[in-house]
């Protein structure tokens, strides 16, 4: 039978009129695996050795245990934003006299093929392996390699539990939060206790049922938790929720591009989808501490031009370029409608613009880092909204993947309304800021970079119309293979 469910996932995916651009992002993953797969495989040989030269008083496998915890709260954290459980259409299912209990095992055995169960291997089995070339005991290592998968798949199956209530998520990054906090400033070192359970498991290698009953505890529940809404009257049965209003009246003051603006309000407000885009536009501010915090980059302003954009663009680049696929679920009907096209694209600009000046606001406290790093991402988010986001809604021209608003999809790795030549429109958002501010920085000082770099938003600013009326053009002409696309449900 299981033979029979992977049969009939290769049909329904290689029948599908999006099978070509299904194989360029599965040949793009593929070699994305093998790059990072291949990294893994050097860091757990070369771990061993790492250790014991930056720690040499104290055995690798001690220090490994001792932050243990922290791989597997970053993993699950990572795991939520990025692991795509898998799916399956099962009301078909549903009237044909198959076991439930084979349905599920398949949809649950699929969660352990990703990615993310992978890595641990090719991490810790050459250091395993190390390990043993070392003349660590055989049956500790092969005991404790066990015990780390085990709990590997724990996780996965806590992901595949959180993904239903955001609640334990955020749970969760605010344990990991305190216990770095903790870490850090030396208050109390968590790893050490944590440490000695860790390192329990290594010297005591019959510990290893605990983790290994742990996985099985977790699979149970996840097992028992699929099984209560696997009956086909609750698989078709239409859920009823109570809807509440949100008063947006005072957006009637922006004119005749109101009732769009109202329109993905309530799209952000009450879909699966957007809410997640705009969490992951909200992460893109602390994007700027990876670069400012760091000495090497300090030399090489360029890249802190780089990360400005980041700052204050986050939501202009998750959700603004999906435009106008985040309407695809009624395209047709909004183009049936005798309004401006230059209207709703106006209305998208504001959206994006109104989002960059709420990310510049929250940025002040980079105030921090000096007043050249503010400045920076002052210049950076007039480039967002000046020129940035005509070019986000040029790229939007070209997109003609539909979305479902609901689906609770990935962030990072879903490929619903992805589309490879997002990937191109991408490089002139990221690499012409870059230019802009380097090329004057490099002939003439830092401050005449900045000016640059904000002056090109400006103009972007001043000549708005002019490229709204091309861009409008360019929807135009493609729209109504745009809604023919739209119209195509995977």
């Not at 993953?29 to 061993?48: E, Q, T």
């Not at 990025?82 to 349905?103: A, D, Y």
């Amino acid at each position: 039978m299981i033979k029979r469910f992977l049969s009939l996932e290769w049909k329904q995916f290689s029948r599908a009129s999006y099978f070509q651009k299904g194989i360029a992002i599965k040949i793009l993953l593929f070699f994305a695996a093998l790059y990072f797969g291949g990294a893994a495989i050097f860091l757990g040989i070369g771990m061993f050795f790492i250790l014991r030269k930056a720690v040499p008083d104290v055995d690798p496998i001690i220090t490994i245990n001792n932050f243990l915890i922290y791989w597997f709260l970053f993993d699950l954290v990572i795991r939520f934003f990025m692991q795509q459980l898998p799916v399956m259409n099962i009301k078909p299912l549903m009237t044909i006299p198959i076991k439930r209990e084979t349905v599920i095992h398949y949809l649950l055995g699929k969660t352990t093929l990703s990615f993310f169960n992978f890595l641990p291997l090719f991490i810790f089995l050459p250091f395993s392996l190390v390990l043993l070339a070392e003349g660590h005991p055989v049956i500790n290592v092969l005991c404790w390699f066990a015990s780390v998968m085990a709990l590997t798949l724990a996780v996965n199956f806590i992901n595949f539990l959180i993904n239903k209530n955001n609640t334990f998520f955020y749970i969760i990054v605010s344990v990991l939060a305190v216990f770095i906090g903790l870490e850090i400033y030396q208050i109390f070192k968590v790893s050490q206790p944590i440490g000695v359970a860790f390192n329990t498991l290594y010297n005591q290698p019959y510990l290893v049922l605990i983790p290994i009953a742990l996985m099985y505890a977790l699979y149970k529940i996840n097992f028992n938790d699929v099984k209560k809404g696997f009956y086909l009257d609750g698989a078709i049965s239409k859920k009823v929720e109570q809807v509440n209003t949100i008063d947006l009246s005072w957006m009637n003051r922006f004119g005749n591009i109101a009732v769009f603006l109202k329109n993905d309000v309530r799209l952000i407000l009450r879909n699966a989808r957007p809410k997640q885009v705009l969490m992951m536009s909200f992460l893109f501010l602390f994007y700027g501490l990876i670069f400012y915090t760091q000495e090497v980059y300090q030399n090489m302003p360029a890249f802190l031009a780089f990360a400005s954009m980041f700052v204050t663009g986050g939501f202009l680049m998750t959700f603004g370029q999906l435009v106008p696929s985040w309407d695809s679920e009624y395209y047709k009907l909004l183009m049936s409608q005798n309004i401006p096209y230059k209207k709703y694209l106006e209305s998208k600009w504001y959206l994006m613009v109104v989002a960059v000046a709420i990310s510049f606001v929250l940025s002040t406290p980079y105030l921090y880092f000096g007043w050249k790093i503010f400045g920076m991402i002052a210049a950076g988010a007039l480039f967002n909204i000046g020129l940035n986001s005509f070019i986000t809604l040029f790229g939007g021209a070209l997109n003609r993947v539909p979305i479902e608003l609901n689906v609770k999809a990935k962030a990072f790795s879903n490929t619903n309304g992805f589309n490879p030549t997002q990937m191109l429109i991408a490089l002139p958002k990221l690499g012409l800021p870059m230019l802009l501010f380097y090329i004057p920085y490099k002939l003439i000082n830092f401050e005449v970079g900045l000016l640059v770099l904000a002056l090109s938003g400006v103009l972007g600013i001043v000549f708005r119309n002019f490229f709204l009326s091309k861009i409008e053009s360019i929807y135009q002409k493609g729209k109504y293979k745009t809604i023919a696309a739209f119209a195509e449900k995977k």
